[in-house]
């Protein structure tokens, strides 16, 4: 079990959902905080006054190493990093879009891997720290519509888990953060039916418990855990039979 007080974290996408909620819930559990993203004015929205604020932008890896270099000045070193900064654009089959595919492995997989690089080689160097990365559910099946997000969601997953077992043994713990719907501006302009929504201060709670916790994989919220937990048992050739219905309204 971690403990949270004290520590020095790193929230980097933290200008608005689940990243400035999470960030407002380190800081009431005691924690001192830095705040990352691209839009200083939410930064600083968000901070109110109490938090570490350093601009970056995830696709630009020299921006990330100045922003973790000004947290590390301000804060005397980093504890935890929690990488939420993501994308999402709903996507069609037909009429695939490869810019739009390109999209989403630039921002979630290839941004996330930035953040990892600002932050690894200085915690394997102090012998401790601890990289939290939101991926998603939707990295655990393929949905219709979620031809981007869903494979740079599953790289996340994949990516997370390897560096988990890579680093067993250094001090340097890897977690993995994967929730279902959550009502954000990211999630805002979607039509479809999002079951068992939460809201961002919710997801916030459950992902600071599984942090305190040490737990390898943070799932919320539970009944979505269980059934696409489950649905990684159906069958291949089952799978686009379930998903007919919802690969029929993409196309309309």
């Known amino acids: ?57 995830v696709l630009d890896a020299a921006s990330v190493r100045r922003a973790a270099a000004e947290v590390e000045a301000a804060l005397g070193g980093i504890d935890l990093a929690v990488i939420v900064a993501g994308y999402w654009e709903r996507m069609a089959a037909v009429g695939f879009d490869r810019d739009a595919f390109v999209r989403h492995i630039e921002a979630n997989v290839i941004g996330m891997a930035n953040c990892i690089d600002a932050v690894l080689p200085r915690m394997l160097e102090q012998g401790h720290g601890t990289i939290a990365g939101v991926a998603s559910v939707a990295g655990y099946r393929g949905m219709p519509g979620a031809q981007g997000y869903g494979a740079s969601k599953a790289a996340q997953l994949n990516l997370l888990e390897s560096l988990r077992v890579g680093l067993r043994g250094t001090g340097v713990n890897v977690q993995t953060v994967s929730p279902g719907f959550v009502a954000t501006p990211m999630t805002a302009a979607n039509s479809f039916p999002m079951p068992f929504i939460i809201s961002a201060e919710q997801a916030a709670r459950h992902m600071v418990r599984g942090l305190t916790r040490g737990r390898a994989e943070i799932v919320f919220p539970w009944p979505m855990a269980i059934i696409m937990k489950s649905a990684r048992l159906v069958p291949q050739q089952w799978w686009p039979r379930l998903m007919a219905a919802r690969s029929r309204e993409q196309r309309s």
């Open 1 to 57: 079990m971690n403990t949270l007080p004290g520590q020095r974290v790193w929230v980097i996408g933290a200008s608005s959902g689940i990243g400035a909620a999470v960030a407002q819930e380190l800081e009431r559990q005691g924690c001192r905080v830095a705040v990352s993203a691209r839009r200083e004015q939410e930064l600083h929205r968000v901070s109110g006054g109490r938090m570490v604020v350093a601009v970056l932008d």
